[in-house]
C-alpha cells in the first residue's frame, strides 16, 4: 500500500528516504514515530534543536504567548515579542562580549540571511564578486547558491552561478599550502584575476562541508586580510552558531569580529523558522523595505528565542557543561578509530560538531543505516557524503550521549568489520 | 527616549515606520498595541492572514499539538502533522478541482517556493531563460530578484539580475497593444534576441505590482503560448491564491492549468511560514535533495493548514459569503472615486484584493496615514506606491468591513480635498 | 577529389558552400575565378567593398605606400599614415557635417568596436543593462553577441548571454504599436524590471536583420528618449555607414547625433580590416591603453582610407550618382514584386540596402542559387534568411546594376512561377 | 601647436605616449619617424612582426598579388590565395609534427579567435566554465576578458565578467605550491564550487604577464588533467606561437598536443590582421555560420602569411639561427642583472621572450624611457608593468641585437644607479 507520501510529496525529499517511518511526537533528544518506537536523536534538526526538541521551558512560554493572543505574523512591526527578543539579544549576547552590531530579520530561513548578507556587502562596498571558499555551504537560493561550493545543488540551479570566486579553505592542501596567503597573493596581485571582492564569506567550522575546522590563527589571518584590503568579513554562523562550537557564536575563542554574522538554525530554539544577519552599524546602509519578506516577523520565533536566551546565555552553566561533553565525545570518537587507517577512518571537528570521516560516502551510508537500525538518527556530510557527523542537542544527558555513541560503535565496527573482510 | 528599535534593529525596517507603535495582541480582524489601542487591519500580514489573527480553530489545533510535544521541527522528514496535511491538500483542493500536482516542502517562505519553481523549469527545459512580467513581484532573494521588476529591490543586488527577460503585462499598453501577441512575436523571431525561455512566471492579478489585474483571456492566451512553445508555465500564486481571489487558486476561473504553482502566505492560515511549490509530476524531476532548506518541515504551520483547509475548504460556504464582500467591496471602491478624474483617482483590483489608484504615491501614503491616525492599517503597492490596497482577512464581518471602509473613504475625502484645494 | 577546404578548413565555414568555387581575381563589381568565369557581385564583402573590388585609385596608392616601405603594423603609435587618416576623417567627414567627435582606433573588426562602444558607455554611466533591438546584428563576441538578436548565433555561445535587454524595433508589431512608446513606458516604469540602461544601441536600417527600416521620427524619438533618460545612444553604422544608405552616415538625414558610432566594413575602401569607434569627447574617459588589441593600427587600411575619403566624400558627386541608382533600384525591385501577393513577395529597405523579402527562407535561398547559376552573387538576410539582399557596390554602373537585377528577375520569376505551381 | 592625434585621437591611446613621435617608414628590425631617426625594434609589434618589418620577401608576393587584383576581401569563400595558405600550413607546420587539425579562419584579432575557441569548447561540452590562470592574457572582448587577469582591462568592463575561474600559474606561490595539484584537488572534489569546465585555456610563456614560464612537466601535467576530466585543452599561443619560443608552437618541446590551439599575430608574418583558431577533429562541430566575421577573409594576410611559411619554415635554418640568439640573449640578461639583488633585477622568460624582472613598474618604465632616448624600442608587461620584455624580431642579426642589448644595459645601469643612490 503506497502511502500519502509516495502518491503527492516531491521527488526532492531526502531525510525520508534514509528514516523511513514516520514521526509522531518528540521530547529532549528523543524522537518517536507512530508506532511507537524510540529514536534517539544525532541530527537534531540538522542543528537547528540545540535545546532539544520541544524544550519544557521555551514550550511553557510559547503556549502561554499563543493563548494570549500574541502576535503571530507582524511582518517588520514593532511587537512587544521582538521587542523582548531584541533585549535578551543585547543583554545576554551582545554586551558581554563587547559586540556592536545593528540586527537585521530577514525572511526566516537561513539562506535568506546570506542573501541579505552579500547583499549588503555589494552595496556597501561597490563592487560584485565576494570570495567563498571550497566545500563552504551557505544555501540553496540563487545568491547563497553561487557561494556554496556543493556541484550536486549546483548544478539544480540550471543556470550558470555569478558572483563569488570559490579559493581553498583553511587545510585545503594539507601543510603544503597556507591558503591565506595564496589568497593574499591574488588579492594583492592585479593581474591575477580575482576581481577584489565586496566580501569573504566563511564557515568556521563546515558543517555540510564534512567538519573542516580553520584554526584560531587561519580565521585571524583572513580577518586581517579582509581589513587590509577593506573587504567586508561575513561569518556565517547558520550552523555553528548559537553554542554549537561550545559557545555562542562560533569564532568567539579566534578572537576575530566579523563585519557581518549570519544567524539561523537554533536561534529561535525551538525549531521554529527564524533568521537574522547581524551587520555592524557602520555598513546598515539599507533604505527601508530594500531587502524584505513576508514571514520576516514570526513572533513566535521571537518568544522562544528570547525565553532560551535568558534561560542558557544569562550565564556559563551550559557553555561549561558543553564543554565536558564536547571532551567526552572528542574522546570516545578518537577511541573509535583506534585500530584503523586514518584513510579508513578519522575523527574530525570542533565543539558539538565532530564526527567521523570514513574512507567513502558509501561506507559512512552503511554506518549510518546500522545505526539507525538500532535506533539512533545520525547523518553523513562531506563533498562525497562520507563523513557521520555528531550533532546532538546541546541539553543531551551524558547518559543519552554515551548511548548513542554505543549505537554508533557498534555500527562502525560492524560496517568496517565486513568492509574489510570484503575487501581482504 | 530611543527603544531598542531604534538602537539595534536594522535600518532596512520598513512597515514599523508607517505604524510606529508597539502591537501586543491581535484578534480576528483587530490588532491591539501596547497602549491599549485596537487597530482594524487591512493589510493583514499583507496577505497571509486570510483567516484573520489567532484564529480560534486553528490556534486550538495549535495549542493541542504543542501539548502534546508533536514534532514542531522535522526536516524532510514524514510525520504525522505532514502527512494530515498532504491528505487534507488532496481532499479538499486538488481532489475536487481535478488537478494533479506533486507538492515539494521549500523553505517556508515565498522566495524560497519561487526559487525551487524557476529552477525545477531550467532543469526540465535545459534552457536558462525565464519571461517574467512588468510589475512582477516574485521575491527578493537573488533567483526570484531577477524575476521581481522593482528597481528599488532590484538595485540593491548589487550585481546585475540575470536569466530573465521582462515583458509588458496585462494591458500594459493600454488598448493599443495586445501583449501576448507581442510576446508570440518574439517567441516565434528567432531573431528576436529573446532567448527561448525555459518559463513563463506570473501573477494573475500583481499584488504590489499595484493591484493589476490579468483577464481570464489573456491567462489563456499566455497558456497556450506556453504549450505551443513548450514551455513551463509557472503561476506564483503566493499573494492572489489561498482564497485570496475569491477561489482558491486565482486561476481557476480562467480554467488554465499551470504547469508548476508556488503557494505561501496565507497557507498555513495562522501566518507561520510555509510555502510549497505544486509541480506537474512528469516534471517533477528533481534528485533527492537538489533544493533543500533548514526548515522545510515546520510542523505547526503543516498543523494550522491542514485545519484551515478542513475548516474553509470542505464545502463553499467561505467562498459564497466572500463573493458577496467582494461585490460590497467594489462597489464601495467605486463609490469612493466618484467625482474625481480616474487620473486622479481610480478603484482597481479583482476578488479581495482591491484597492484606490491614486495620481501618485505621495498622494497615496497621505490617505494611509489619515486612515491609520484613525485606526486602519492599510498600505500602499505599485511602482510609485500609488495604489492603496485592501487586503482585508476573508473572515471579516460586514460590519468591520464597512467600518474600515467608512475609514478609508474619509481618508480619501480628507486628503483629495486638501489636495485639489492646495493644486487651485 | 577532395581539396584542401573540405580536409582541413572547419566546417563553420558558409559563403563557400553557398559559392563552391574558387575565386582568384577581382575587379570593380566583379569576380573571377580559377576557371576564368566572371560573377557579377551583388554582395561586395557583405558591404565592405562599397567602392568596388581592387578599386584602382585606392591600389595604386596602397602600392606606394608598400613600395616606400610605410609602417604596416604600428599598435597604437603615431604614423604619417594613422595622421592623413585622421586629417581626411576630420576635413571630409566630421567638418562639414558639424560633428564632433573622438576617434577610437580598435581592432580591426565591426565586433571590436561595439565591444568599445558598450564598454565605453557602461563605465560613463556606471550601469549595466544595454537596451538593444530585435533583429539587431552587432557581432559575434562575447559583448557584441549579447546585442545581437540572431538565435543561431546566440546559442552558439554555450554561455548565457547578460547585460541586454531585447525590446522591438521599429515597426516591430506594424501599426499597431508605437514601439518607442512602450520602451519609454518601460523606462519611466521604475517596476517594469529593464534596469535603467547604460546606452541604446541601435542600426538605422538592420541589414542582417533583414532589411528592416527604422523612420527618421521613430530615430529621432529614440534619441529624445535618450537625452531625456541621460542615456548614450550607439548608432551601429558598421552596415549602413560608409555611403551604403545614400550618405556617408546613415543617420544624417534623420537629423539626429549619437553619442557613440561604430564603423568598420567599407571604412578601408578596399575590405582591409579596419574598424573604429567615434565618441562624443565628454564621454571619452578611457584610461590610456583600458582597451587594446594587436593590430589596431592596420595603417594599410589608414592609406586606403584616407584615400577614399579624398576621393569619394570632397564633393557630392558620388551622393549624387548614388541617389540615382538607389532610386533606379529602389523601382526596379517594385516592379519584381508585381502581380506577387506581398505575403510571398515584397520589396524592402532603404538607400542602397535594398532586397526583396520572400515568404520564407527556402524560396529566398533558392532565388540565390538560381542567380548564382546565371552568374550573379547575391546572399540572403533575415531570421529566416527570408530577404534577399542587394549590397552592390556604391561605384556599379547603370548597366552592371541593370544586368545583375536582370539576373535576379529571372531567378524570381523562374522560382516562384515553380512555387505556385507546386502549391496549385 | 597641437597635432591631430591630440586633437581627435581617442584617450585610449597608450604606445603613442610612449613613444611621441611620428613614424614613417620600417625595414627589417628598424623603425624610422618623420624626422629621419632611426629605432631599433625591441617590440616588434607585441611580437607580431617575427620577420621584421615589411620582410622583402613577403612584400613582393603582396606587391605581386595586389598588382594581379588578386581577391582582398573574400568573406569566408574559396579564394586561390586561402588555398595556398592552407596548404602550406598543411606542409610546413602540421604535418611535419603529425598535427591533426581543422583552422578556423575567425575575425582577424587574436581576441576573436579565442572568442571562437572558448565558445567551441562550450558548445562540445555542454559546460559553462572554464579555467584560466592568474596573469593570463587573452584579449579584450568580453568573452576573452573573462579569461584575462589583468583589473585594469577587466574593470574597464564596466559588467562582471562571467563563465571563468581564475587559478594559480605554475609557479604562482614558488615552490611551495604545485599549482597542478590543487587544480587537481578542486576538480576532483565534487564540493569545491569550481564548476566543471568546458575548457583550460593557457599561455605557456606569458608575454603580457610578464614573462612567466610554465615547465614541460607542468604542462604535461595540465593536460594529463584535462584528459582525466574530458576537458577541452586550449593553448593560447598568439604571442608565444609563430617561432616566438624557438619552435613554430610554443608548446612542441613540452610533448603536449591541445585540442584547441589560436593564433595570430605573427601568423601573416608582415603584420597584417589575421587569425586562426586551430580544432581537433572530432571537436570541430560548428554549424555553418554559427561564429563569422566581416573580414575572416582577409587574402592578403593569406598571401604573406603563405609565403612566410614556406621562406622560414621548410627547414630548420630559421630555428637554429634561432637557437644561438636565444642563447646569446639570456646569457647577456643574466649577466645584465649580476650584482643586483633578484629583487630589484632579474632575468626572466623563455625562448625569444626574455626580459628583465624590476622591482616595480616605476623602474622599468624608467628604463625603457631612457632606451627609447637611445634609439631603442621596448617596453614592459606584468601585473605591475615591471617587467622590460624584449620581443625582438626573430629575424634581427647579431649585431642589431647587441646593439640593442647595449642600448639596454647602459639604461638599466644608469636608472638603478639613481635608484640605489636614492634609496641610500
Not at 560584485?128 to 553561487?146: D, K, P, Q, Y
Not at 586514518?342 to 570521516?357: C, D, V, Y
Not at 548511548?403 to 570484503?422: F, N, S
Request: hydrophobic share 40%; with cysteine; charged share 20%.
Amino acid at each position: 500500500m503506497t502511502n500519502i507520501f509516495d502518491n503527492i510529496e516531491s521527488e526532492v525529499r531526502t531525510y525520508s528516504r534514509a528514516f523511513p517511518v514516520i514521526f509522531e511526537r518528540a521530547q529532549g533528544s528523543w524522537l518517536y514515530d507512530t508506532e511507537g518506537n524510540a529514536y534517539l536523536d544525532f541530527l537534531a534538526g540538522a542543528g537547528t534543536l540545540n535545546y532539544g526538541h520541544n524544550n519544557p521551558v521555551l514550550k511553557e512560554a510559547l503556549l502561554d504567548y499563543i493563548r494570549a493572543d500574541g502576535i503571530t505574523h507582524g511582518l517588520d512591526m514593532q511587537t512587544s515579542a521582538k521587542q523582548a527578543f531584541l533585549e535578551n539579544l543585547q543583554k545576554y549576547v551582545l554586551e558581554p562580549r563587547g559586540y556592536d552590531y545593528m540586527v537585521q530579520f530577514t525572511g526566516p530561513t537561513g539562506t535568506n540571511a546570506v542573501e541579505a548578507a552579500l547583499k549588503i556587502a555589494r552595496n556597501v562596498t561597490g563592487r560584485h564578486n565576494v570570495v567563498a571558499f571550497t566545500n563552504g555551504f551557505h544555501g540553496v537560493s540563487l545568491g547563497s547558491m553561487a557561494a556554496t561550493g556543493n556541484a550536486h545543488h549546483r548544478d539544480a540551479s540550471g543556470i550558470p552561478l555569478t558572483g563569488v570566486s570559490h579559493v581553498p579553505y583553511a587545510g585545503y592542501m594539507g601543510s603544503d599550502l597556507d591558503t591565506v596567503k595564496l589568497l593574499e597573493s591574488m588579492l594583492d596581485d592585479a593581474s591575477s584575476g580575482l576581481d577584489k571582492p565586496a566580501a569573504v564569506i566563511l564557515e568556521t567550522i563546515q558543517g555540510e562541508g564534512g567538519l573542516n575546522v580553520a584554526s584560531y590563527e587561519w580565521l585571524r589571518n583572513v580577518e586581517a586580510l579582509c581589513r587590509k584590503h577593506e573587504i567586508i568579513l561575513i561569518v556565517d554562523d547558520i550552523q555553528a552558531g548559537c553554542g554549537r562550537s561550545g559557545r555562542f557564536f562560533s569564532f568567539e575563542e579566534a578572537g576575530i569580529q566579523p563585519d557581518v554574522v549570519t544567524l539561523s538554525k537554533s536561534l529561535s530554539g525551538y525549531g521554529l523558522p527564524f533568521a537574522v544577519t547581524l551587520i555592524k552599524p557602520e555598513y546598515d546602509t539599507w533604505k527601508p523595505g530594500e531587502h524584505n519578506g513576508t514571514f520576516r516577523g514570526n513572533n513566535h520565533a521571537f518568544v522562544t528565542a528570547a525565553k532560551a536566551l535568558e534561560t542558557y546565555w544569562a550565564d556559563d552553566a551550559l557553555q561549561n557543561e558543553l564543554a565536558e561533553k564536547i571532551t567526552h565525545l572528542g574522546e570516545r570518537l578518537k577511541q573509535m578509530t583506534k585500530g584503523y587507517d586514518t584513510s579508513l577512518l578519522k575523527a574530525k571537528g570542533r565543539g558539538f560538531m565532530q564526527g567521523l570521516e570514513c574512507r567513502n560516502g558509501e561506507l559512512a551510508g552503511k554506518i549510518c543505516r546500522r545505526a539507525f537500525d538500532n535506533g539512533l538518527i545520525i547523518e553523513t556530510s562531506g563533498a562525497d557524503s562520507q563523513v557521520v557527523k555528531c550533532l546532538c542537542p546541546l541539553t543531551i544527558t551524558l547518559e543519552e550521549l554515551d548511548k548513542g555513541l554505543d549505537i554508533l560503535q557498534e555500527a562502525v565496527r560492524h560496517t568496517l568489520q565486513k568492509e574489510i573482510r570484503a575487501a581482504s
